[in-house]
């Protein structure tokens, strides 16, 4: 069964460092999507894709952080420098737009980050 | 914005109980519904979704019915077991894919 990898799992790293998480979404899926997720509440949607191009990262803190997904194929998470509040489980999922406006979205498991 | 609220958690109940997790919502537009569930150390999975008004979502004994009269997709069970603890997930999507989450329930069913 086809499935979203992510890595690393899990990240420790000390603040004002430099971490990067990587996605392969499931293979022929268009879309992808960039999650944070605090301890106790929702995903957040921080960065969502169409092909290479980004469609939404009204909520991605761009003076830290950057996404890419060049290939259009898989994607990769940056933060620099990290901050203690990063500490969060980052998800990433992916959809198949022909799939219907409403499609579903396979998650990843996910890289908890800790940052100390 | 557009939001999802949920009951407030945690809930703990015995094996064989009757599961209600409460979801009401506020849109614009016209959404589909859905709940997610996450096992400890996993992303989410897809559990139900309905994409109209009355439609009935049902998978694994777990139903949610789309009512949109009172804006709400309660998730229930007859029977719970040991194995349905998890964090459930009630989410909306509007357009192109962007989804709205809640901010999760945490069920603990003991034996």
């Known amino acids: 069964e086809a499935e979203v990898a992510q890595s690393p799992r899990y990240k420790i790293t000390e603040k004002s460092q430099a971490v990067a998480f990587w996605c392969d979404p499931i293979?022929?899926?268009?879309?992808l999507y960039w999650y944070r997720q605090i301890l106790g509440q929702g995903p957040e949607l921080l960065v969502q894709f169409q092909d290479e191009s980004v469609v939404d990262d009204s909520q991605l803190p761009k003076d830290r952080f950057s996404a890419e997904r060049l290939k259009g194929v898989d994607s990769t998470l940056k933060i620099q420098p990290a901050e203690l509040g990063d500490s969060a489980m980052y998800l990433c999922?992916?959809?198949?737009?022909?799939?219907?406006?409403?499609?579903?979205?396979?998650f990843g498991p996910g890289t908890r980050l800790t940052v100390l | 914005g557009d939001s999802v609220t949920q009951m407030e958690g945690p809930v703990t109940l015995s094996e064989e109980a009757f599961l209600t997790i409460n979801c009401t919502y506020t849109?614009?537009?016209?959404?589909?519904l859905f709940w997610y569930v996450q096992y400890p150390g996993e992303g989410l999975q897809l559990l139900l979704k309905a994409t109209k008004a009355d439609d009935k979502g049902s998978n694994k004994g777990f139903e949610a019915t789309y009512r949109k009269e009172t804006t709400s997709f309660h998730l229930e069970k007859g029977s719970v077991q040991v194995s349905d603890s998890a964090v459930y997930f009630c989410a909306l999507t509007i357009l192109a894919g962007k989804s709205t989450f809640g901010d999760g329930t945490t069920l603990t069913v003991k034996p």
């Open positions: 293979s022929g899926h268009a879309t």
């Open positions: 999922a992916s959809s198949d737009p022909l799939g219907g406006p409403y499609n579903e979205q396979f």
């Open positions: 849109a614009t537009g016209y959404p589909s």
